[in-house]
Nanobody, 125 residues
Framework: QVQLVESGGGLVQAGGSLTLSCAAS????????MAWFRQAPGKEREFVAG???????YYADSVKGRFTISRENAKNTVRLQMNSLKPDDTAVYSC???????????????????WGQGTQVTVSS
């Protein structure tokens, strides 16, 4: 059973930065794509960023150039560095992992089978 636990959310002013962490247990992440999604109030969950097993990151257009995803396989952890935050970035951010054997540049909700409980990010104007 894969478990994902996010941390690092909070309240920040527009233009500020936050770093989210996702600690995985139950399997190692080194061979799998990992991703961050977010859901704002009244909106559907959306893809934010993904980390391919090769180490390459890929991003939604709305965060490209501002967010950076990284992984530390030795600690089974994925991080999301968020800079130049905007009020529109306010959401619950969740970490996601696919089922065994699924890799690639996955950016759809149905590509992922395991989800963390989420961490709230609030950006004030």
């Amino acid at each position: 059973q894969v478990q994902l636990v996010e941390s690092g959310g909070g309240l920040v002013q527009a233009g500020g930065s936050l770093t989210l962490s996702c600690a995985a247990s139950g399997r190692t992440i080194s061979s799998y794509t990992m991703a961050w999604f977010r859901q704002a109030p009244g909106k559907e969950r959306e893809f934010v960023a993904g980390s391919h097993p090769s180490g390459l990151g890929y991003y939604a257009d709305s965060v490209k150039g501002r967010f950076t995803i990284s992984r530390e396989n030795a600690k089974n952890t994925v991080r999301l560095q968020m800079n130049s935050l905007k009020p529109d970035d306010t959401a619950v951010y969740s970490c996601a992992a696919p089922r065994n054997g699924r890799v690639g540049f996955l950016n759809q909700i149905n590509h992922y089978d395991y989800w963390g409980q989420g961490t709230q990010v609030t950006v004030s104007s």
